[in-house]
């Protein structure tokens, strides 16, 4: 193991990963999407190599938590796949109800981590002990426990304090767990490092992660931070979905560890399956794709051709295809490409710059002239996507005129 200043940077293991696509993925998403398809894409993830999946959260009915289990008796999944279940303080009796109705799987509700978020919600009515004691009650055994956080002015030595207080009162109930949590996102990594260092140091037996949100670009940086400081867990999503900017992309940590030789999780992670798998999940949630996103864009290895590639220069032998674009073209462009995809059997040694660049000029000609139809064509498209969006989105606005029409129309069914 390399570390700088007490901080490690490659050559360790962190032995738990956890993917939270089937929740902040969900969550974040316009659209309800059927059990069928969080199913697909639990099996794809599994066959990535991904093992720990956040399957649910607060009031939903855990249906894809039933069916994880009865996939995995099936062997449908590794028998070594588990569940996690987010429950929210503010709504756990709901929760609690669904689990209670399931105790005839009393195993799989062993084998689940129950993972409380909110957990300062009505503290001085000790709601939080409530909640633990009737999870217990079902035959629950694994907590975690989420601490949230507003870093947007630091960590200063009181915010620390009640950091340390909410961990202590959850390791009192038993919790083993402890989910750091930007709520915001608005940590930097050198507050990350601090932060992370200290608990680790202060907490020796707990396992950490944090839970790192992307609203200023930095949840990669953070949650790389947070491992490199001792974490022994990482959450993320493919393709980074979650509320707002989205948390960690997974697939983005996955490149990372393996760069650096840091052994994440329980199995081996196949980084080409866990592309296909985030693919899938923008169609599965029904997004636009981001192109040009690192990792896991479906265009990012896409890269441009000719005089302006630096890494082609630098022989970095990536895997790569090709564009050809207005500001890359140049004679030695022109040059390359026939040296490359000519089938004429042209003697491209010879040729001089000055033949080769009317060609350049023209083709440049060419281009312009069709970018009128192009962004025509774009903004056509987008038009619909968007038009798409807001017709297919429920609001706050149409819920409550739902739930008044609902209302009243029971009123007046009872005089």
């Not at 293991?13 to 059927?34: K, M």
């Not at 932060?195 to 944090?210: A, E, G, N, Q």
């Not at 930095?218 to 393709?239: C, K, P, R, W, Y």
């Not at 022989?315 to 090709?322: A, F, H, P, V």
Request: charged share 20%.
């Amino acid at each position: 193991m390399t570390a700088e200043s007490g901080i490690r940077y490659r050559d360790y293991s962190v032995p738990y990963l956890v993917d939270e696509t089937l929740r902040e993925g969900i969550e974040r998403t316009a659209f309800p999407i059927s059990v069928d398809a969080k199913v697909a894409l639990l099996k794809s993830m599994a066959a990535a190599g991904l093992r720990d999946f956040v399957v649910g959260c607060g009031p939903e009915e855990p249906l894809v938590w039933d069916r994880l289990h009865q996939a995995r008796e099936a062997h449908e999944l590794p028998a070594d796949t588990r569940a996690t279940f987010i429950i929210l303080l503010n709504c756990w009796e709901t929760a609690f109800a669904y689990f209670q109705s399931r105790q005839q799987h009393r195993q799989w509700i062993a084998d689940t981590v129950f993972s409380f978020g909110m957990i300062t919600y009505r503290q001085g009515e000790r709601e939080f002990e409530r909640a633990i004691e009737a999870f217990r009650s079902i035959g629950a055994v694994r907590f975690k426990a989420s601490v949230l956080n507003n870093f947007r002015q630091g960590v200063s030595e009181q915010r620390y304090g009640e950091i340390c207080r909410q961990i202590d009162w959850a390791a009192s109930l038993g919790v083993e767990i402890i989910r750091i949590n930007d709520s915001v996102g608005s940590l930097q990594p050198h507050v990350t490092q601090w932060l992370c260092s200290k608990l680790v140091k202060d907490y020796p037996r707990l396992v950490f992660c944090l839970h790192a949100h992307n609203d200023n670009g930095l949840a990669l940086a953070n949650t790389m931070q947070a491992i490199h400081s001792g974490f022994q867990m990482v959450e993320g999503a493919l393709a980074g979905f979650g509320n707002r900017s989205g948390i960690a992309p997974l697939e983005q940590v996955v490149k990372l560890c393996k760069t650096n030789n840091i052994s994440l999780g329980s199995c081996e992670l196949d980084l080409d399956k866990l592309i296909d798998a985030a693919h899938q999940c923008e169609d599965a949630f029904l997004q636009v794709p981001s192109v040009y996103r690192p990792v896991s864009g479906k265009l990012e290895t896409l890269s441009n051709y000719g005089v302006l590639n630096i890494p082609d220069f630098l022989e970095t032998q990536d895997e790569k295809s090709y564009f050809v674009n207005y500001v890359g073209l140049h004679p030695q462009t022109v040059r390359q490409a026939l040296r490359h995809y000519s089938t004429a059997g042209l003697n491209v040694a010879t040729m001089a710059d000055a033949d080769l660049w009317p060609i350049v000029e023209s083709l440049k000609v060419e281009m312009r002239a069709s970018m009128k139809d192009i962004e025509s064509h774009y903004r056509r498209v987008m038009g619909g996507v968007m038009d798409f969006y807001r017709a297919s989105t429920y609001t706050p606005r149409q819920l409550a005129q739902y739930a008044e029409r609902w209302i009243v129309r029971g009123h007046a069914a009872h005089g």
